[in-house]
């Protein structure tokens, strides 16, 4: 059983690295404002991010589960050292310089809190009492803490301003405070809360948020600006066709009516030139991973496995979903990554980690 | 159990992303294919050169110049601030008007956009040797439409401009854009269809700044055919310098094919003033009191005066109502009821062919009132008057001949007496254009042999085949004796056009003494025809308000002494 799951996740995994280096080499061949160096950087990541995950599936996982809280509290530190002096690029302090490297502190946040979620829940039982005072203790113990665990990074990643890894942030949070089992009503107050703070953001928001998240509601406002890309992407996606236009002959592609394709839409060059069967197999295999990272869940002795691998599904669908909606013009371009095809070391390498999470459990469940 | 639900869930959003990736990708598909071709696919047009217009021993009448323009292209362009400093400079323009030219002008970063036309040779190459500096910035060359005789042959030729909105709407479906250069007027306009470039086209592939990336098509522009004129440049030369400053029209035309060797109307215009793409100063000639744009030769309609005598005489002759020797006696007026209708003076008796050299004014009231007006009409309309000559240029008027019927329907509702004399020696509301009495003139000489008068003899090198001659129902016993009494007019010693008697030329014709209006000089007309052993011409000198008709016949005598120097006579 976990030979043949591990099989599966090997292949899905290095079908989409595969898929990504190609979709890569297409959007920076002849690209004026990106060079193929991107490329090779990535091939780099991809041959080190393999090798990562071969240990990473061999390693004792209980060591992660010791070393969680100490991640979580290291990562908090990077995220203010990024806010402190962190380098400014497009807009935003997003990058850490460490030496020659330069990272994305808020990429390896997702992991850390996780991690750190993973380990507050797999100690303690929802409650089930009807007393008052354990109520109180409950929804202290079982929702306000973990909330705060991480409203902190939430916080800082949101002032970067990163509005999209903060949102996610917040969707693995509500998938694990889920899994762990947290009673419904608790639940539904929370999100009601939640619904009702909107407003509230809506005026912490920055200018260029705000634009986007109107552009989103309707890209002809601003057809020039921000809505740019949105239709540019649309249309490379839906020109593609059943079959595409073929590699390296994507007109929206290789004639830079998309920008940021070798990024955040670079799913726009898949769809552009592979066409329907490029993007459903694309789909497919995450949708594989998913699955998979659901069946190790749920067979789960290990309470922290299992919220740890709910949490990795979550955060890996979360951010599939909302970039290829992103790029379909169905959610506001927010700047998520495609997992493990969008160019960018800090994402790939935070998910080539938890992929190497869901070998090692897929693994390790027979030891209980 | 919340896995489950989790399971769930995210079946469903891949479910549903990958369902609408389907509706995008293959129901949309189409829909979004043409966008995108649209996005990257540009079609550029190149307008093919004109064809050129020569005399008719070739000498070039219209031709294209090269020239040199400054062409920007938006899309490349970089420091546009020190771009317009320096074209400011070196062209020694206001930076502000080349820029407004650009702005008005550029309609996508891909497109050239010419900023300044016609620059000299020298400025040219300072803005080659300065163009790596400015990136978007071209000297291009291009053909000009240019016109080296300027005002000599302006009617005629006409004039290219830019198309005008609603000639496209009229057009478009003829290989016009709105970027197409048209022909106005004159042989420019009637013959556009075969002057005019066929247009080529480039389909570029555009990059997202609209940058040419590649050109995936190329149909080369074919230069418009060149036309070739019946008109003798010698002649159309002589022409405008015998009118001068006076206002009137020459028409010289071959006897036996209509090919019009020269036709002059003045005031004249110069052409070139219309081809530059931005002018401001084209409006001088449409304000001119003078109407220099107007073609008189053929647009122009006037009274013909004593001329319209001979058009009389024949319906008189041809319906049997007097013979030739038939004598009326002139003693200085003919009186109708209380009014007197005057002549020049006294002429006393008077056959028709003296009658047609002395232009006798008492001779015709009395054939006017035998034949009626509704004769006279009719002899006018067989000799081609009322109605368009359909020479080959356009806007040519009919003219007009009153008549009863007409009255009816208009004003006074009644006609008079007084009407029917007038209408016999071409006064009052009898109007035609010069053109109109030059083919009457050759229909005479030429025993009613009518021909189509024509200004283009071939184009691309083929020969415009001439619509065959009509015969016109006259016979030569009422025909020879006006060709007599138009010979008289200027073989005769009391001939009103005798100055005209040149030894060595056979000519004959008529004059005419046009009234044009209470106070003002009249038009003068003289039209006849004129041989000698190499060539047979029919001609009109026409003045308008240029006084008595001797004036005409002054100017005619000058014209037929410099054709028989020009050994064209």
């Known amino acids: 059983m976990h030979r043949h799951l591990q099989k599966i996740i090997w292949s899905a995994v290095l079908m989409i690295m595969g898929i990504g280096l190609l979709a890569l080499y297409s959007a920076t061949y002849g690209n004026v404002r990106v060079t193929q160096e991107v490329f090779y950087d990535q091939s780099l990541c991809a041959l080190v991010g393999v090798g990562l995950m071969f240990i990473l599936s061999r390693v004792d996982y209980r060591k992660f589960f010791d070393a969680a809280y100490i991640f979580y509290g290291l990562n908090v530190l990077l995220l203010l050292g990024v806010l402190a002096a962190g380098r400014y690029a497009m807009g935003a302090k997003r990058w850490m310089e460490l030496g020659a490297f330069s990272f994305q502190p808020s990429e390896l946040m997702k992991l850390a809190l996780i991690l750190a979620l993973g380990r507050y829940f797999s100690n303690r039982r929802p409650s089930l009492s009807f007393n008052l005072r354990s109520r109180v203790g409950v929804v202290w113990g079982d929702l306000v803490c973990p909330f705060l665990m991480a409203a902190l990074p939430m916080a800082l990643v949101f002032k970067q301003p990163d509005l999209g890894t903060a949102f996610l942030i917040f969707g693995v949070f509500l998938v694990i405070l889920f899994a762990s089992g947290l009673e419904y009503r608790y639940l539904v107050w929370f999100m009601i809360l939640c619904v009702s703070a909107v407003p509230v953001i809506w005026y912490f928001l920055k200018g260029y948020q705000k634009m986007r998240l109107l552009v989103f509601l309707n890209p002809n406002i601003d057809p020039l600006g921000a809505g740019y890309t949105i239709i540019q992407s649309k249309i490379a996606v839906g020109s593609g066709g059943l079959f595409g236009k073929g590699w390296l002959a994507g007109t929206q592609n290789q004639l830079n009516f998309l920008p940021e394709r070798h990024t955040d839409f670079i799913f726009s060059v898949i769809g552009e030139e592979w066409g329907l069967v490029g993007t459903i197999v694309t789909i497919g295999c995450f949708f594989i991973l998913a699955h998979s990272g659901l069946n190790i869940a749920q067979n789960q002795k290990d309470r922290f496995g299992m919220l740890v691998t709910a949490g990795i599904v979550a955060i890996l669908t979360l951010q599939v979903v909302v970039n290829v909606g992103m790029v379909m013009g169905l959610f506001p371009v927010v700047g998520i990554t495609l997992p493990l095809i969008s160019y960018g070391r800090s994402s790939f390498m935070v998910f080539v980690l938890m992929v190497g999470f869901l070998l090692n459990l897929s693994k390790r469940r027979t030891v209980f | ?569």
């Not at chain 2, 086209?201 to 990336?213: A, D």
């Not at chain 2, 009391?494 to 003002?520: D, M, N, Y």
């Open chain 2, 1 to 569: 159990m919340r896995i489950k639900i989790l399971r769930v869930i995210i079946i469903g959003l891949f479910v549903l992303v990958a369902f609408y990736l389907g509706y995008l990708q293959l129901i949309r598909g189409p829909y979004f294919y043409s966008l995108s071709k649209n996005n990257h696919i540009r079609v550029v047009s190149l307008e093919g050169q004109r064809g050129r217009i020569l005399d008719r021993y070739g000498a070039l009448l219209a031709d294209n110049r090269k020239v040199f323009e400054v062409v920007v292209i938006p899309g490349e362009l970089k420091d546009r601030e020190g771009l317009f400093d320096f074209l400011s400079q070196t062209l020694q323009v206001e930076k502000e008007k080349l820029l407004e030219t650009y702005n008005q002008k550029m309609y996508a970063s891909f497109a050239p956009v010419v900023v300044r036309e016609d620059i000299t040779r020298t400025q040219a190459i300072v803005i080659e040797e300065n163009k790596f500096r400015f990136p978007g910035l071209l000297v291009q060359e291009d053909y000009r439409r240019f016109y080296p005789y300027k005002d000599t042959a302006a009617h005629l030729l006409g004039y290219v401009g830019k198309i005008s909105r609603s000639k496209i709407e009229e057009l478009k479906n003829y290989g016009y854009n709105p970027q197409s250069v048209i022909g106005y007027s004159g042989v420019e306009e009637f013959y556009d269809r075969y002057l005019k470039g066929e247009e080529g086209g480039m389909q570029i592939e555009i990059n997202s700044r609209g940058e040419q990336v590649r050109l995936l098509g190329l149909k080369e522009p074919v230069k418009g055919q060149d036309v070739t004129l019946t008109i003798d440049l010698r002649i159309q030369q002589a022409l405008t310098e015998l009118l001068g400053n006076q206002r009137g029209v020459i028409i010289v035309m071959t006897l036996d094919s209509g090919e019009i060797l020269g036709v002059a109307s003045s005031p004249s215009y110069d052409p070139n003033i219309f081809v530059p793409k931005t002018n401001l100063s084209t409006s001088l000639p449409f304000s001119d009191s003078g109407s220099p744009l107007l073609n008189r030769a053929i647009s122009g309609q006037y009274p013909p005066g004593s001329i319209f005598k001979i058009s009389v005489a024949l319906c008189a002759l041809k319906e049997g109502r007097i013979n030739p020797h038939r004598t009326f006696h002139c003693n200085g007026y003919y009186k109708l009821g209380e009014r007197e209708f005057r002549c020049t003076h006294a002429h006393g008796d008077q056959d028709l062919i003296q009658a047609i050299a002395h232009s006798c004014n008492v001779y015709f009231y009395h054939l006017g009132l035998m034949v009626g007006p509704e004769l006279m009409e009719k002899y006018a309309r067989l000799l081609g008057l009322g109605a368009l000559s359909s020479v080959d240029l356009p806007y040519e008027a009919r003219g007009s001949i009153p008549n009863p019927r007409d009255r009816k329907i208009g004003y006074p509702k009644t006609w008079y007496q007084g009407d029917t004399l007038n209408l016999s020696i071409g006064q009052g509301e009898m109007l035609t254009t010069p053109l109109q009495l030059v083919q009457m003139m050759a229909t005479l000489a030429q025993n009613g042999k009518r021909v189509r008068p024509h200004v283009v003899k071939s184009i691309g090198g083929l020969e415009v085949s001439q619509s065959p001659y009509q015969m016109i129902s006259v016979d030569q016993k009422s025909l020879r004796p006006l060709q007599q009494g138009l010979e008289a007019v200027v073989s005769d010693d009391s001939g009103t056009g005798h100055v005209l008697a040149i030894p060595g030329l056979l000519t004959a014709g008529k004059t005419g003494t046009a009234q044009a209006g209470e106070g003002r000089s009249p038009h003068a007309w003289f039209v006849g025809y004129s041989s000698s052993g190499k060539n047979r011409i029919a001609f009109v000198v026409f003045l308008e308000h240029g006084g008595a008709s001797q004036n005409a016949c002054r100017v005619a005598r000058d014209l037929l002494m410099r054709l028989k120097e020009k050994d064209i006579l």
